[in-house]
DNA sequence: AGAAAACTGTCAACTGGTTTACAATTGCTC
DNA sequence: GAGCAATTGTAAACCAGTTGACAGTTTTCT
């Protein structure tokens, strides 16, 4: 299921296009595989192609002087990144690694800015989207700022479950594939800070932890328990 | 100075658009004035009007179910806001309310849309912003993830001095009109931690603190500083 | 001018999360 | 399958920021 168009036709981004201009984008685009852990690319390069996720995770991140990494996201298959797409001349503002083995879809980005200007009608998906991307941004903020710590873990797994099920309504577990020290990363708190956190969770039936993974028993019931708190 | 074209033709977000398509949003448009502290819209509003401050500061924030409240961010005048524009069907996802006496010019959402279908070449300037703005709120997430209390609370009175030039270079101290407590919910602090961390930047000459305003002396220095700790 | 309201300064007790340190587990590699 | 690296669990000392409480100051309102 490597094939450029197919891919670019599920991606929500995409959605306005006509078939016409994804075939011509499909075209244009390079297709390419990362293993686990492999940098896409770097903070500060200066291309800015707009990268679909064909297969795999992708976790987008910056790391400052002192070699300390905030993991900001983790992008699941079907979305995209890449936020010097709309921005041209710009660079790239933040790092991105392939979290586990990832194939990408990449459009040029001046190719893809000129498709826009070619079919206008796309306009308003692609707006809509990165407005709805600014609020979820926004929201960290206010729930970093409001919220206490437990709280402010169980919402960002119920946002991680969400991502892996990728929109589709919830029925039964879902596992995340993140080591402890990640989601401290995401935090921005210590490993054994969050350990705590997670084994009260876990204490109450709510989630199970595992090797480099955490599994949600019951989305509802959590999003339900973290509603009690702070 | 509250003709609505010229503060329209002001407003980096609509630079796009031709003069014609501008003094038609003008016609269009509403102009309102609001008192110190009065609400502009609630969270949940149905509306979708891009707003556009003509005088004074608007505050941004949410407030939770216990009555905190979370102070997003403070936009200047020249500058818009009105998060619901580009997602119609949406109500309003934050709070806004005058932080100072603001006059406003308000373009309903569904007409401001429609130009925006007409024009399509102001579509480039629309995302390019809009992308700005996701980043700046990314750093925000990442800062408060990577970086002390000091810190954040540095970099936040450079955030707000930066808001109130307005993009224009930096020359004297610039004076930010925000009570100790607006800095603590920004910072998701309480009013006597901030207190702590302003005095000592006091201590060090590098902001004045007065009744309801915090004057930044140099905001190199400042910059300097904040570039050793932490 | 006088009173009320809003904001600020300060301090001690408390506490949640960090720090530091080490042991146990899991999974991968040769 | 032995060895090694990465991940996880755990616990005590520590500390930055909160809580709660109160007094002083500035502004606004009447």
Same mark, same amino acid.
């Given at each position: 299921?490597?094939?450029?168009?197919?891919?670019?036709?599920?991606?929500?981004?995409?959605?306005?296009?006509?078939?016409?201009? +994804?075939?011509?984008?499909?075209?244009?685009?390079?297709?390419?595989?990362?293993?686990?852990?492999?940098?896409?690319?770097?903070?500060?390069?200066?291309?800015?192609?707009?990268?679909?996720?064909?297969?795999?995770?992708?976790?987008?991140?910056?790391?400052?002087?002192?070699?300390?990494?905030?993991?900001?996201?983790?992008?699941?298959?079907?979305?995209?990144?890449?936020?010097?797409?709309?921005?041209? #001349?710009?660079?790239?503002?933040?790092?991105?690694?392939?979290?586990?083995?990832?194939?990408?879809?990449?459009?040029?980005?001046?190719?893809?800015?000129? +498709?826009?200007?070619?079919?206008?009608?796309?306009?308003?998906?692609?707006?809509?989207?990165?407005?709805?991307?600014?609020?979820?941004?926004?929201? *960290?903020?206010?729930?970093?700022?409001?919220?206490?710590?437990?709280?402010?873990? #169980?919402? &960002? +797994?119920?946002?991680?479950?969400?991502?892996?099920? #990728?929109?589709?309504?919830?029925?039964?577990?879902?596992?995340?594939?993140?080591?402890?020290?990640?989601?401290?990363?995401? *935090?921005? *708190?210590? &490993?054994?800070?969050?350990? &705590?956190?997670?084994?009260?969770?876990?204490?109450?039936? +709510?989630?199970?932890?595992?090797?480099?993974?955490?599994?949600?028993?019951?989305?509802?019931?959590?999003?339900?328990?973290?509603?009690?708190?702070?």
């Amino acid at each position: 299921m490597t094939d450029a168009y197919t891919v670019l036709r599920h991606c929500p981004l995409l959605a306005g296009f006509p078939d016409a201009a +994804l075939h011509e984008a499909a075209r244009h685009a390079r297709v390419r595989s990362f293993q686990a852990n492999q940098p896409i690319y770097e903070k500060g390069e200066p291309q800015s192609n707009l990268c679909v996720i064909a297969e795999g995770l992708v976790r987008i991140s910056s790391v400052n002087a002192q070699g300390q990494e905030a993991v900001l996201i983790i992008f699941d298959s079907g979305t995209w990144f890449g936020d010097a797409v709309f921005s041209p #001349g710009t660079g790239r503002v933040y790092g991105a690694t392939a979290h586990e083995a990832a194939v990408l879809v990449e459009v040029p980005g001046p190719f893809f800015r000129d +498709l826009l200007q070619r079919y206008p009608q796309s306009y308003p998906v692609v707006l809509d989207l990165i407005s709805q991307r600014l609020w979820s941004a926004i929201s *960290m903020i206010e729930e970093d700022a409001l919220r206490g710590t437990q709280a402010r873990i #169980g919402q &960002r +797994l119920l946002f991680l479950s969400q991502m892996q099920r #990728g929109g589709k309504p919830e029925s039964g577990p879902v596992t995340v594939r993140l080591t402890r020290e990640h989601i401290a990363n995401m *935090m921005g *708190m210590t &490993r054994q800070g969050v350990h &705590r956190t997670l084994k009260a969770f876990e204490a109450q039936g +709510l989630i199970t932890l595992g090797y480099g993974r955490i599994t949600i028993e019951d989305e509802a019931a959590l999003r339900e328990h973290l509603a009690t708190l702070n």
